[in-house]
């Protein structure tokens, strides 16, 4: 079976320019998380979907950050515009029941360079 | 805020050494997960804890979870290059959250 699976791998582009991040969970799986790494703040939630609706977007930075989950197999994440400080690797996830108790099977990340 | 620690940040020991790392709160979590990343790659997972003072062993790696559910250990036995990388735990209260995590170098 494909894992999640996303892209770009990476991106460079300048600042004030919109990026947009996408993400293919693995099939049959009901959560999709995005989740941002840095090695100041390491791996920062985002936002997270249960059957295509958001559930919890608190961990969005500001408005300039937007995701979409319009169906079981897509998500995108958007920044727009974008600023040096954005620049990290941003991973998808997905996951058959609540991350509590399943496994989160993670991409293999969209490296983002601002700028 | 709910915060997982990790520590040490960095550990770098050679081949054959035994090491602890460590996973530390000051809350409750209903479970544990500790994960492994390598570069370039997402993490994945290597065990759930979900009962106070649960050990699990996996090969040479043995993980602990608290009694009181608010901290957890990763024991290593006889390291080897191949378990380079960085551990990750994850707890999750109402969310899950991950700690920084510990990136450890095994040298041959």
């Known amino acids: 079976d494909a894992g999640v699976i996303q892209s770009p791998r990476h991106e460079v582009t300048e600042m004030g320019q919109e990026v947009t991040l996408r993400c293919k969970p693995i099939s049959g799986h009901d959560y999709l998380f995005w989740y941002r790494q840095t090695m100041m703040r390491g791996l920062e939630l985002l936002i997270y979907f249960n059957n295509n609706v958001p559930i919890d977007d608190s961990g969005m930075p500001e408005d300039r950050f937007s995701a979409k989950m319009p169906n079981a197999s897509f998500s995108t994440l958007k920044i727009q515009p974008s600023e040096p400080r954005d620049s990290a690797v941003y991973f998808c996830?997905?996951?058959?029941?609540?991350?509590?108790?399943?496994?989160?099977?993670f991409g293999e990340g969209s490296r983002l360079t601002v700028l | 805020t709910q915060l997982l620690e990790q520590s040490p940040q960095f550990l770098s020991i050679q081949e054959g050494e035994n090491l602890t790392v460590y996973c530390n709160s000051s809350?409750?979590?209903?479970?544990l997960q500790w994960y492994r990343q390598e570069p370039g790659e997402g993490p994945v997972l290597l065990v759930t804890?979900?009962?106070?003072?649960e050990v699990k062993k996996l090969k040479r790696l043995t993980f602990q979870f608290g009694d009181a559910r608010k901290d957890s250990s990763l024991h290593i036995t006889a390291a080897q290059p191949g378990d380079t990388g960085l551990y990750l735990c994850?707890?999750?209260?109402?969310?899950?959250?991950f700690g920084k995590g510990t990136r450890l170098h095994i040298l041959p």
């Open positions: 996830a997905s996951s058959r029941q609540g991350a509590d108790t399943g496994e989160l099977f």
């Open positions: 804890v979900v009962t106070g003072g």
């Open positions: 809350s409750v979590f209903s479970s």
């Open positions: 994850a707890g999750d209260a109402d969310k899950i959250i």
